[in-house]
C-alpha cells in the first residue's frame, strides 16, 4: 500500500482551515498520511502550531522565504 507525505502546505491560510474537516477527509482519501503545515511568518505558527497539537498526523514548520528583506 503507498502513502504519502504532504512535504509543505498551507492548509492553515482561512480559505482552507474554515474547511479542514473536509480537507483532511480528502487528503485520507487520496492516501495523504501526513502533513508539515508551514507558517510563512512568525505571527501565524502559534495557530498551525496548535494545529499540529489537534491533529497527530499534521506537523508545524516556521520558514522564512527568501523575497523577504528584512523580518522584524
Same mark, same amino acid.
Given at each position: 500500500?503507498?502513502?504519502? =507525505?504532504?512535504s %509543505?502546505c @498551507?492548509? #492553515?491560510?482561512?480559505?482552507?482551515?474554515? #474547511?479542514? +474537516?473536509?480537507?483532511?477527509? /480528502?487528503?485520507?482519501? #487520496? /492516501? =495523504?498520511? @501526513?502533513?508539515l503545515?508551514?507558517? =510563512?511568518? &512568525? +505571527?501565524? $505558527?502559534? @495557530?498551525?502550531? /496548535?494545529?499540529? #497539537?489537534?491533529?497527530? %498526523?499534521? $506537523?508545524?514548520?516556521?520558514? =522564512? @522565504? &527568501? +523575497?523577504?528583506? %528584512?523580518? +522584524?
Open positions: 500500500m503507498t502513502n504519502f =507525505v504532504d %509543505h @498551507h492548509i #492553515n491560510f482561512p480559505e482552507l482551515y474554515e #474547511n479542514i +474537516d473536509a480537507i483532511l477527509s /480528502k487528503m485520507a482519501s #487520496n /492516501k =495523504v498520511t @501526513h502533513a503545515c508551514v507558517s =510563512v511568518t &512568525l +505571527d501565524t $505558527f502559534p @495557530h498551525i502550531f /496548535k494545529m499540529a #497539537n489537534t491533529y497527530p %498526523h499534521i $506537523f508545524a514548520s516556521v520558514g =522564512v @522565504h &527568501l +523575497d523577504y528583506e %528584512h523580518i +522584524d
